[in-house]
């Protein structure tokens, strides 16, 4: 394999693992706040909302 594509899949993951602890993060936050039941605390922190 190519140094290139070493990088590329190494930024893949990279961002890949930044979005999981952010949506992770947020999912926490949303249970927290409004104690929601886990599924609407995924909506909310995908939508933005």
Do not use: W
């Not at 952010?22 to 995908?46: F, M, N, P």
């Amino acid at each position: 394999m190519g140094g290139v594509v070493r990088l590329g899949i190494l930024a893949l993951v990279g961002i890949i693992m930044r979005d999981s602890v952010i949506l992770v993060d947020q999912i926490d936050q949303q249970i927290k706040v409004g104690g929601s039941l886990l599924y609407e605390a995924r909506y909310y922190s995908t939508n933005n909302h």
